[in-house]
């Protein structure tokens, strides 16, 4: 039975639109509108999630992966060879699909019966908030957990996309380095997601979690101090130097060594001004029992030893000091004169902390929280970090010895105080001119209600002498 007019009348007419020249009805244009956006949503989080997967993944692991032959490994180290032109490709791509979502879904909004003020805001609210959950966040949380196998497995689309994009990639590529050079900005805009400060401060909340203990955060701490640690700050004083002259006998110089405790001894001519090598108390000792000759001199022993400059950067002085097999060198001033000795040992309690001897004293002797007592040649770095304050150094000084004469202009005597912003530092003991010890208190205490107590008006750079 055919329809006659009058039932086609009453059919209801499906609503159409024609798209390049085909009746295509609205429902069907509003799916593939729909599928469009989820695709393109989904190029989106690829792109995102690239970006922080392919910038993650240190060099190191890339060479490792590549050596361990992991499918996708040197796609992956071609990619990374140029990061400019990588993060070039990953930002031209996200842009071009945001943009093309965002345009799509103004569309779509309009076609469907939306004002155009709506579908534009319509698309811009929504857009954004889908961008943001699917687009970003939650492709890049996937990355970081998962970087180097999401690297892998993006590494062949990412290579594509950079064909597919080429055109886009190089006209950009030069675009961005011609603003760069305009504007005084770096050559490259790719920069490395960690740096030297944020290092720092991830160790410091490493500790704070409870990731690594106090003695690695200080260890580390340490390391990163090393490349600024000059040959002055880790030598043994010249007065705290015990040297054997080249006329001294050997079986003299043995006795030297043992009550002092050393194995080398540096050996001078004429004056510690003039210091010709270093002696080893293995090589007295062999001469001494098993020698042949009786009148062996203590000069046949020495040992050559390098003369450095008290400015000398500490990790190019280790470099030497190996590269030469000289456990010991002798640090000169810029008259020549001898300021010092340096020994590998010096070098390494740079990093590890004080080696301490069986009978030797701590450096740092902790009083209570707010109390330290200190061995006069301690670095004011050191008592810094002790303490939690900022005591100054200065050009002319390094350690609280020398920080205390700077300070009362004159040499100080066993009891005498000087409060300084907070601090009181009180000398414990003096040997002749030299202050050994000094017994340093917070005077303010680190809370509210002891600041408000405090006196305002204190002198803090008060000099005088306890009852």
């Known amino acids: 039975m055919g329809l006659t007019p009058s039932s086609m009348a009453v059919a209801p007419a499906i609503a159409t639109v024609e798209v390049m020249g085909v009746e295509v009805a609205n429902s069907v244009v509003a799916w593939l509108g729909a599928l469009t956006l989820v695709v393109l949503m989904g190029l989106s989080a690829f792109f995102s999630s690239s970006e922080i997967a392919m910038f993650s993944l240190a060099d190191h692991r890339i060479d490792a992966l590549v050596e361990e032959g992991k499918k996708g490994a040197k796609r992956l180290a071609e990619l990374k060879s140029d990061p400019h032109r990588l993060l070039v490709t990953i930002l031209v791509g996200n842009n071009l699909v945001n943009i ?26 929504g857009i954004t908030a889908v961008v943001l959950l699917f687009g ?24 594509l996309s950079e064909t597919v994009l080429w055109p886009l990639v190089v006209l950009f590529d030069y675009l961005t380095r011609v603003v760069n050079r305009v504007t005084g900005g ?21 500790e704070r979690e409870g ?22 700050e880790v030598m ?8 054997v002259s080249k006329e001294t006998d050997p079986a003299e110089a043995i006795e030297m060594c043992i009550e002092t405790g050393h194995t080398r001894m540096p050996v001078y001519e004429g004056s510690l001004d003039n210091v010709i090598g270093v002696v080893n108390l293995r090589d007295l000792v062999r001469d001494v029992n098993y020698g042949v000759e009786d009148d062996q001199s203590i000069e046949e022993f020495i040992e050559p030893t390098l003369h450095v400059p008290e400015s000398k950067n500490v990790d190019e002085l280790l470099s030497e000091m190996r590269e030469n097999r000289m456990p010991m060198v002798i640090v000169i001033d810029e008259f020549g004169t001898t300021e010092g000795l340096v020994t590998t040992e010096d070098v390494v309690e740079e990093i590890v902390g004080e080696i301490l001897d069986a009978e030797e004293e701590e450096p740092i002797e902790y009083v209570d929280d707010h109390t330290v007592v200190v061995k006069g040649e301690v670095n004011i770095e050191d008592v810094n970090e002790a303490l939690d304050v900022d005591l100054p150094e200065g050009e002319e000084f390094e350690t609280i010895a020398g920080f205390i004469f700077n300070r009362a202009g004159r040499l100080v005597e066993e009891g005498e105080t000087i409060d300084y912003d907070g601090i009181r530092i009180t000398v414990e003991a ?21 600041d408000a107590e405090a006196d305002p008006e204190a002198d803090a750079d008060e000099l005088a002498v306890e009852d």
């Open 430 to 450: 003096v040997e002749n001119t030299r202050i050994m010890k000094a017994r340093l208190s917070k005077t303010v205490a680190d809370d509210p209600e002891a």
């Open 186 to 206: 770096r050559s490259a805009i790719e920069t490395s997601y960690v740096t030297r400060d944020e290092i720092q401060d991830i160790i410091e909340t490493g």
């Open 136 to 159: 970003e966040s939650a492709p890049k949380s996937y990355a970081v957990e998962n970087t180097e196998s999401w690297a892998l497995r993006i590494s062949r689309p990412l290579k």
């Open 100 to 125: 093309a979502m965002s345009s799509l879904a103004t569309g779509l909004l309009a076609f469907l019966g939306f004002s155009q003020g709506g579908a534009v805001l319509g698309a811009t609210l």
């Open 211 to 232: 990731v690594i203990d106090e003695d690695e955060r200080e260890m580390l701490q340490r390391i990163f101090r090393f490349n600024n640690t000059i040959a002055k």
């Open 236 to 243: 043994t004083p010249r007065l705290d130097m015990k040297a």
